[in-house]
Each structure stands twice: as C-alpha cells, then as structure tokens.
C-alpha cells in the first residue's frame, strides 16, 4: 500500500557531498516522522538522522553539523544533504516513514530498500 524509493547514493571522495532522496506514495493518510538509517558491512542499522511532521528533527552525534535533513510534507518527500563525508559514512542508506494510510488511520513504519553510499579516501 506504501512504498518508500530512495535515489541519489553513489561513489563519492572524501570531503565530497551527496544528496539522497526518498519519496512515499501509496494509499497515504499522514506521515509522521520520516527518516534516513545507514548500515555499513558488518555493523548494526543505525539512525542518522529523522524530522517529524512538524519540522523537529534529530541528529546522531557523528553526522551534526554535515548532514541535513529537508522533508517537504505537501510531496512525502524527504532529502539528506550530506557535506564533508568521510569514509565511515560509507553505507547503504535508508528512508524510513512512520506512514497512516486511509484504510488503517494508525502509523506503520515503512523502509525504503536502500542506497548505496561508498566514499574513496
């Protein structure tokens, strides 16, 4: 009933930016929160940073001040601005949306299936 499709990862230097990109769309009552994960080989998923619908936002203490997360609520859409990367940001990314649809009016998280970042030192 929802999907969540991320583009824009791909091979970046060091230092370099990136900008990913997430868009809902299916049968979609309200977003509440949206969000960006990442889980490098061999490690946990972990949050990178999530904004809820009324623009309070949350940051892991190894990406403030580099990343930015945008969300336009009229398109479901969600943005992470990634400045600065290092090699440790190196990833596969994912959108996650706490996601009302018409048919259940409660929220339900729904995850994207996932970029790929790789960064070159």
């Known amino acids: 009933q929802v999907q969540l499709v991320e583009s824009g990862g791909g091979l970046v230097q060091a230092g370099g930016s990136l900008r990913l990109s997430c868009a809902a769309s299916?049968?979609?009552?309200?977003?509440?929160?949206m969000g960006w994960y990442r889980q490098a080989p061999g490690k946990q998923r972990e949050l990178v940073t999530s904004m809820t619908s009324d623009g309070s936002s949350t940051y892991a203490d190894s990406v403030k001040g580099r990343f930015t997360i945008l969300r336009d609520g009229s398109k479901n859409t969600a943005s992470l601005e990634i400045n600065s990367l290092k090699p440790e940001d190196a990833a596969i990314y994912y959108c996650?949306?706490?996601?009302?649809?018409?048919?259940?009016?409660?929220?339900?998280?729904?995850w994207g299936q996932g970029t790929q970042v790789t960064v070159s030192s």
């Open positions: 996650k949306a706490e996601v009302a649809t018409y048919s259940t009016r409660y929220y339900i998280d729904y």
């Open positions: 299916g049968n979609i009552f309200k977003i509440n929160r």
